[in-house]
């Protein structure tokens, strides 16, 4: 049955690769508290107290409220799909809640860290030129300034960045074909910093590769690592980490972070919020509106700092 609902989840439901793993790994967890280390999976014996149980045990290993509300999603789709297919008779996660959320705001990057990053990303290209480094290291700063520029200037997450083809980047037309959750499509607008950046890493690429074959648009990724091979998230999370530390601004920022603040900057510069929906991909406009608590915050911050009656 799980294969079949790996075929329902990528035919019917059109979900992205790390949807599914996170999905299967899920599954499997709870097959291993319930029915331990036998093949013999009877999915439709599994009572409500187990699936209680579950996500109780789940819940003492301090796991985070949004872990626990994203397994107990995994299971009722598993189960909506077993019922579906005669598997099973019940749902037995059907009438559970998941914890609450807390509604903790984003971090963001001010306008002048922002700044910051960008220089310090510019400066260790022209560093490298002038010092006559080897093209890849090269090819690796501009990667790297290239990636920054495209996740800030169009508030891509990182997944979606790096799943782009050369096929999906209109650059002549300054927009980017989007894939995100669930593989909808959506249109991003590309700024020039982005642009230029990702002309200036293609062609360094092409010294670095000169004699690799041509690339299928298609399928070709746009960020390499050091082996010609496709950058990976954990890469770009490490490359996140150093960037701060080494223009030294300090706090728990990832590579989303860029996303927020890109959201965030936009309504504090005065856009509208469904613009900014449909920038980020958002099928709820709630899900977007965390930004104007993001944004009222910094300018509530700023008037206690500057207005002298604060």
Not at 24 to 51: C, M, P, Y
């Amino acid at each position: 049955m799980v294969q079949a609902f790996i075929r329902y989840l990528e035919s019917e439901r059109n979900e992205s690769q790390n949807t599914i793993t996170s999905y299967l790994l899920d599954i499997a967890q709870f097959a291993t508290f319930v029915f331990g280390d036998t093949d013999a999976l009877e999915w439709n014996h599994v009572e409500k107290r187990a699936s209680r149980s579950f996500l109780a045990n789940i819940a003492a290993t301090g796991a985070a409220p949004t872990t626990i509300r994203r397994k107990l999603s995994a299971m009722r789709t598993f189960y909506k799909f077993l019922v579906r297919e005669g598997a099973a008779e019940k749902d037995p996660f059907y009438t559970l809640k998941g914890p609450k959320l807390s509604r903790e705001l984003p971090d963001v990057l001010s306008v002048s860290q922002i700044s910051e990053i960008m220089d310090y990303l510019e400066r260790s290209i022209k560093e490298a030129i002038a010092e006559n480094e080897k093209p890849l290291v090269v090819y690796l700063k501009k990667r790297n300034h290239a990636i920054f520029e495209l996740l800030y200037g169009s508030g891509l997450r990182i997944s979606e960045a790096l799943g782009l083809t050369r096929a999906e980047l209109y650059l002549d037309d300054n927009y980017v074909r989007v894939f995100g959750k669930g593989r909808k499509e959506r249109i991003c607008p590309l700024g020039s910093h982005s642009i230029k950046a990702l002309k200036e890493m293609f062609a360094q690429e092409a010294i670095v590769w000169p004699d690799a074959k041509p690339a299928d648009p298609a399928t070709s990724k746009l960020f390499k690592n050091k082996l010609g091979k496709t950058l990976t998230a954990r890469s770009a999370e490490r490359l996140m980490h150093d960037t701060l530390v080494a223009v030294g601004i300090s706090g728990e920022y990832t590579p989303h972070s860029l996303r927020h603040s890109f959201a965030t900057h936009l309504l504090d510069a005065g856009a509208d919020l469904r613009a900014v929906q449909e920038l980020l991909g958002h099928e709820s406009l709630s899900t977007t509106q965390i930004y104007t608590h993001v944004s009222v915050e910094h300018l509530r911050t700023v008037y206690h700092a500057a207005h002298p009656h604060a």
